[in-house]
């Protein structure tokens, strides 16, 4: 599996605005960042949000993120770019859902694949209309961090 992309995000735009607009917080793109065991990525807006969480880091397969754009026929001058999706961490090389109840490890660090990221109405107004439905069963992966470290985009 390669590692693509690493993104934060200091506070939520969509979790936790049910009924109301989305957040208008930035997505960050990393170099580097630093993972913490039990709490996920340091100055991610998930970090210690809660004891055990199952979405203390997220995964987004660039595969998917690329049949996305090819199904709704979006030319890359008009693409959102994945960070629209608010995954921490786009990957290629692997099927996501196939990690669901495994450990697995990226560049030393260990994680847990805990469930998968279900997609939102959100998604429809983040990337397109008609993202939420076509995200059934590949929204990403939820996942914890069992050990520290730090992870490095390819």
């Known amino acids: 599996m390669r590692l693509l992309h690493i993104f934060i995000s200091p506070e939520h735009n969509y979790f ?10 930035p997505v960050v793109e990393l170099e580097e960042a630093e993972l913490v065991a039990g709490s996920g990525i340091t100055g991610d807006r998930f970090f ?17 993120y690329e049949s996305l754009c090819e199904k709704f026929g979006l030319p890359p001058e008009n ?11 786009i990957t290629s090389g692997q099927d996501l859902n196939a990690l669901i109840g495994q450990e697995f490890e990226i560049q ?8 998968e990221c279900t997609p939102c109405y ?21 996942a ?8 490095r985009r390819e």
């Open 16 to 25: 936790g605005h049910h009924g109301q607009p989305a957040g208008t917080a």
């Open 144 to 151: 914890k961090v069992l050990t520290s470290g730090v992870l």
């Open 79 to 89: 693409r959102p770019p994945p960070s629209a999706f608010r995954r921490n961490l």
């Open 108 to 115: 030393g660090v260990r994680f847990a694949g805990i469930a």
């Open 122 to 142: 959100w998604m429809d107004q983040a990337f397109h209309p008609g993202t939420e439905a076509a995200l059934k069963n590949h929204g990403g992966l939820r």
């Open 48 to 64: 210690d949000y809660k004891e055990n969480y199952k979405g203390q880091v997220t995964f987004f397969g660039q595969e998917i």
